[in-house]
């Protein structure tokens, strides 16, 4: 209750400083309503936004609930988008439908990858996560660009985007989602996202591996003196943050755009981290934070339409606001637990 309450604060906070540039806040709040849930396209868009924030959300989370910061989630999608786009098109007569589940599993394995290197380096040479995942988001950038722009680009365009990959790869023929959202990216990797949210709180709260993992990180010195490797934990806990990263090459590649398209992601991996924080690494929160993000970044989007002043940028602002309004209740409850502690 407390987190909703700072939520709601956050929010109101952040609407009261379109006063200073002479907007109406109500007005500001009905727009974002409007422009995010007012039509079937829409709540389609929303949803569509949502679907990689909860990805990214869970791939944040589950480094944190190992006592690791994971900033390069950004680098591990865009990783795992350009192997599943350069699957599609090096593999054209692959048969349906082992065709998007092979680039489903090859950006899986390239996500999973690309965050297991960061994990390894933290083991073994005790190198900074936030450092090392700021590095390989740069080197992720330049070789997704390099691979489609020289090695697979799109023949027929003049954007900065791989070839198109073969239709056996797509499975929007099959997608009920996207058929009752009908000209918007939405399609099933939204449900895939809710069942490896629900997933992914079995594992953490209900399995030996997850409480493992969670004890790495609440005190790795305990839980290596109690026999758990938390060199280990730390390994398998990054390249399980890369691969949920990598599931956004899904929602994507194989499902809505056919393509790996330079600068798709509107810092994906980055707003995951505010959706972890909102949720407070809860899988289950992820769900909803995700959709709340998702709303928020579609409804920004008629400011630039709608108001002479406020810009599409004004929804970070409002999500830094949440997130404030939301640390400031956890503190809170941290301070009356202390409080009953000493009584």
Request: hydrophobic share 55%.
């Amino acid at each position: 209750m407390r987190r909703l309450l700072g939520f709601a604060i956050g929010l109101v906070a952040a609407l009261s400083l379109t006063f200073l540039a002479g907007e109406n806040p109500l007005n500001i709040f009905m727009i974002l309503l409007r422009s995010a849930f007012g039509s079937t396209y829409d709540l389609g868009m929303t949803l569509s936004y949502a679907t990689p924030m909860i990805f990214c959300g869970l791939s944040v989370a589950i480094g944190f609930h190992a006592g690791m910061f994971n900033i390069g989630a950004e680098g591990q999608l865009t990783m795992a988008a350009v192997t599943a786009a350069a699957i599609g098109v090096f593999f054209p007569n692959v048969p349906f439908p082992l065709a998007p589940l092979v680039a489903f599993l090859g950006a899986l394995a390239v996500g999973a990858f690309w965050g297991w290197i960061v994990g390894l380096l933290k083991a073994l040479r005790g190198s900074h996560e936030v450092i090392i995942t700021i590095m390989m988001n740069f080197i992720a950038a330049g070789l997704a660009s390099w691979f489609a722009l020289k090695v697979i680009p799109n023949p027929n365009s003049q954007n900065p985007e791989t070839a198109m990959v073969s239709a056996n790869y797509m499975f929007k023929d099959y997608d009920l989602i996207a058929r009752f959202f009908p000209d918007t990216p939405v399609n099933a990797s939204l449900v895939f996202a809710i069942i490896l949210a629900v997933l992914m709180w079995i594992f953490l709260w209900k399995t030996t591996w997850g409480f493992e993992l969670r004890a790495v990180g609440s005190n790795p010195e305990a839980a290596q003196r109690s026999g758990i490797s938390a060199k280990r934990i730390q390994i398998i806990a990054m390249a399980l943050a890369g691969a949920c990263a990598g599931c956004v090459a899904l929602s994507e590649v194989i499902g809505s755009a056919g393509q790996y398209r330079v600068g798709f992601s509107p810092d994906y991996g980055f707003i995951g981290i505010a959706v972890a924080l909102l949720a407070a690494n809860n899988p289950l929160g992820i769900i909803a934070a995700g959709f709340l993000m998702g709303a928020l970044h579609k409804g920004a989007s008629d400011l630039d339409l709608e108001t002479s002043t406020i810009t599409r940028d004004f929804s970070r602002i409002i999500q830094a606001f949440i997130i404030l309004g939301v640390a400031a209740s956890a503190y809170w409850e941290y301070r009356v637990r202390r409080k009953r502690k000493k009584d």
